[in-house]
């Protein structure tokens, strides 16, 4: 039997639009903004930018069209949402304070429980307002997390031994790619955020991570490899994953390998850094010590990689918890530090960012037809990077998430 209030409901869900993306998507007009074009490292005077349907439509609107929401940036810099590499986020708060920095699309890089999966469809289906997050699950390694078999409980004749042989790793990483991962994530080589821990130890054969790429290829994923050691790094270089997270002690012949076979770089300097000083996400006196040799290090390793022409993408390699102090911009700031101009050092966060996530043409800069995911600066990142640690105001797939300081004449969106 048909109620009157169910035939409405029928009737009101007919009536709803589907949602593409973002449920929360709205229009937006945004006046007198200088919007910083990262293909070209130019800026325009101020100008009007249109969004509709949580895209970008038109830049440089002839008029200014009538929206429920216009923002005036009185000349202010309009640069792309930044894209994060390389993060541990596993709650919505958390998540909520990386997109209030101005990051709008981050990476999973492990998660337990596939938490990281779960947040992306709530974010795609609008019901969290987050970063747009690529997922990966857990890390194929050799002593997998014990939270890795609660999930997969079928995999339990692998619990308490090493995840290791071609026949060990391809189950594994079939068990991830199951769940339905953006990218599947292995440990090339130890890690570096124990203080028991020795990161240059290599973990995987050649062999073996060849075995992890081609059963990820076969579902169409790529691989991202945490590598500190130059063997593991080259070893997965060589197995064609598609980046290798850290690199400390990567040599300038794996370098140059990297340019051939076209592996990105996420060296993830500014975390290495946090090491080093008390509080944040590593706060140990023995790693404290670690962080003050590895330090120089990788910083030595991303500028030669710059010089050489690898592609290097920015990451902070945080949980975005409350206790971090590392953010997006601290990272841009390390790359302009190893002899990247302002423009190459945004596009590590933007568009070479978007090209290893495969989301070119969707994020990654502003131009007509991509998400609106947009950040406001006082100043001209093209001048000075530095300026992307005081971002402005945040706008997530066309909806105005954060809007701070002072907005002379102004009432701030809320
Ligand atoms: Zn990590």
């Given at each position: 039997m048909t109620t009157a209030r169910q035939a409405a409901l029928a009737i009101a869900i007919a009536l709803t639009p589907i949602a593409t993306g973002n449920a929360a998507a709205q229009d937006l007009v945004i006046t007198n903004a200088r919007v910083v074009d990262v293909n070209d490292g130019t800026v325009s005077e101020p100008t009007t930018v249109v969004v509709e349907g949580g895209r970008i439509t038109?830049?440089?609107?002839?008029e200014v069209p009538e929206s429920a929401t216009t923002v005036d940036l009185v000349g202010r810099y309009l640069a792309p949402g930044l894209l994060d590499a390389h993060v541990h986020v596993s709650s919505a708060a958390d998540a909520r304070r990386a997109l209030l920095q101005g990051v709008t699309t981050m990476r999973s890089m492990g998660t337990s429980h596939y938490v990281d999966v779960g947040m992306r469809e709530l974010q795609a289906a609008g019901h969290l307002e987050v970063p747009q997050y690529l997922a990966a699950g857990y890390h194929v390694r050799p002593?997998?997390?014990e939270a890795f078999f609660q999930d997969h409980?079928?995999?339990?004749?692998?619990?308490?031994q090493d995840v290791r042989g071609g026949e060990a790793v391809r189950a594994m990483t079939r068990a991830i790619v199951s769940r339905g991962v953006d990218f599947v994530k292995t440990n090339a080589t130890e890690r570096a955020?124990?203080?028991?821990?020795?990161?240059?130890?290599?973990?995987?054969?050649e062999a073996e991570l060849r075995t992890i790429v081609e059963e990820a290829r076969r579902a169409g994923i790529p691989v991202a490899a945490h590598a500190h050691g130059d063997a593991g790094a080259r070893a997965a270089v060589l197995a064609g994953v598609r980046s290798i997270e850290h690199?400390?002690?990567?040599?300038p012949e794996t370098l140059a390998t990297m340019v051939e076979m076209g592996t990105y770089l996420v060296p993830t300097i500014a975390i290495v850094s946090d090491l080093t000083i008390?509080?944040?996400d590593y706060d140990n006196a023995v790693l404290n010590i670690r962080g003050r040799h590895m330090l120089p290090r990788v910083r030595e390793m991303a500028r030669n990689a710059h010089e050489m022409g690898v592609k290097i993408v920015a990451a902070t390699?945080?949980?975005?918890?409350?206790?971090?102090?590392?953010t997006l911009a601290h990272e841009l700031i390390e790359f302009a530090g190893i002899g990247m101009t302002p423009l190459e050092a945004l596009r590590s966060a933007t568009t070479t960012a978007a090209e290893l996530f495969g989301l070119e043409g969707r994020v990654g800069a502003i131009a007509?037809?991509?998400?609106?995911?947009l950040i406001v600066l006082e100043h001209n990142p093209l001048d000075?990077?530095?300026?992307?640690?005081?971002?402005l105001m945040v706008v997530s797939d066309g909806k105005v998430v954060v809007q701070r300081g002072d907005w002379p004449g102004q009432r701030p969106v809320s």
């Open positions: 038109v830049i440089a609107a002839a002593p997998a997390a409980p079928e995999l339990g004749h692998l619990y308490g955020g124990l203080p028991d821990t020795d990161p240059r130890r290599q973990f995987y054969s690199g400390t002690y990567i040599s008390p509080g944040g390699d945080t949980g975005y918890g409350p206790e971090s102090t590392t007509p037809g991509l998400e609106a995911d000075d990077i530095a300026v992307v640690q005081d971002v």
